[in-house]
């Protein structure tokens, strides 16, 4: 039976330019000929995709060759905070103040996605069915909204779907590096030694990148390592193609 890696490129903005570059040139000399870049519009209302012509132009050539281009907020920044006990915790544990969708009600997200949506369709002259909200936070509002603006893949931590029909596609835990304390840096890298051997048997893992993994050496010579154990008894492909998965 085929064995799969989803390897997902976040962040991807003239904000990180320079880095997202140098981690495409890097999967590419691993031999990672298919992976999805997450692609932000206007990151942090700072940097806006269109104010920079040149990125763009080898974003959509990068598109045009068979990279995958997934929706990945707007402007990646929580603007409004969270609410509640529980989704401040979930903010405190998993992001930084990013959690853009993580307090928005259903009309508040549905004018955010489809306005990404036409945005990235407009400027990399591609279609866009696929989402994934920053740092994997969704609201109830943000849920529902997905549901009614035309994407076909979503993803979580924990699975990914099809939110026009409720659809699970994979049921697999993401695994990723991690910035902020020490603490969540080690259980971070504990999280990724170990998912070599808890999801050994899984016949698809899920790899996600972020820009800052990149600017530490010590994380990408980690990262590195890693993909290209994978890459020995697995093929990369795009992380959407779930939902269309092909015969063993």
């Known amino acids: 039976m085929a064995k799969w890696i989803h390897v997902t490129l976040h962040d991807v903005s003239p904000r990180h330019e320079k880095t997202i570059m140098r981690i495409h040139d890097a999967l590419v000399e691993l031999g990672v000929a298919r992976y999805s870049m997450l692609v932000v519009p206007d990151f942090w209302g700072k940097w806006p995709l269109e104010d920079s012509p040149g990125f763009c132009e080898w974003l959509r050539d990068l598109s045009a060759a068979g990279t995958e281009m997934i929706l ?130 899984m016949r698809t893992v899920r790899f996600a990148i972020h820009p800052a993994d990149f600017e530490n050496e010590i994380t990408h010579d980690k990262i590195l390592k890693h993909i290209k154990t994978l890459l020995s008894e697995r093929t990369a492909r795009h992380a959407g193609s779930a939902a269309c998965p092909p015969k063993a």
């Open 72 to 201: 990945h907020g707007y402007y990646h920044r929580d603007s409004i905070g969270s609410h509640g006990v529980v989704d401040r915790v979930r903010s405190t544990l998993f992001t930084r103040g990013e959690g853009e969708f993580l307090g928005l009600d259903c009309q508040a997200a549905a004018e955010l996605l489809q306005k990404g949506k036409v945005e990235l369709e407009r400027i990399l002259k591609t279609d866009i069915t696929g989402f994934t909200a920053p740092a994997w936070l969704y609201s109830k509002g943000t849920l529902k909204a997905l549901s009614e603006t035309g994407f076909t893949y979503a993803e979580s931590r924990w699975r990914t779907w099809n939110p026009m029909t409720g659809d699970t596609y994979l049921r697999v835990p993401v695994v990723n590096y991690a910035g902020g304390s020490s603490m969540k840096r080690w259980l971070a890298d504990l999280w990724v030694t170990s998912s070599r051997v808890a999801l050994c048997g």
